[in-house]
């Protein structure tokens, strides 16, 4: 059985992959990993990165969210009741 890849690892080609726009194939030759391997690791670091930062970076929206925006909208568009 051959060794697990690190998590480190795993992170820098999902960077790479996102960063500069690499094929699969580019990044098979770069870290010596199978495409199709590649393609589950983004996938799945890509994931957790979702499922850990979800609630962090898009809060679920509260009262005090909706009429906040809503008094942007009246005030700032001359729009009232618009969500």
């Known amino acids: 059985m051959r060794q697990a890849i690190p998590p480190t690892e795993m992170l820098a080609v999902t960077i790479r992959y996102l960063a ?40 679920p929206p509260s009262d005090k969210m909706w009429n906040e925006c809503e008094a942007g909208f009246a005030n700032n568009a001359n729009f009232p009741n618009c969500f």
């Open 20 to 59: 500069s726009g690499m094929t699969f194939t580019d990044l098979h030759y770069a870290y010596r990993l199978g495409t199709s391997t590649i393609r589950e690791i983004v996938r799945d670091v890509c994931r957790k990165i979702w499922e850990i930062l979800l609630d962090e970076c898009i809060p």
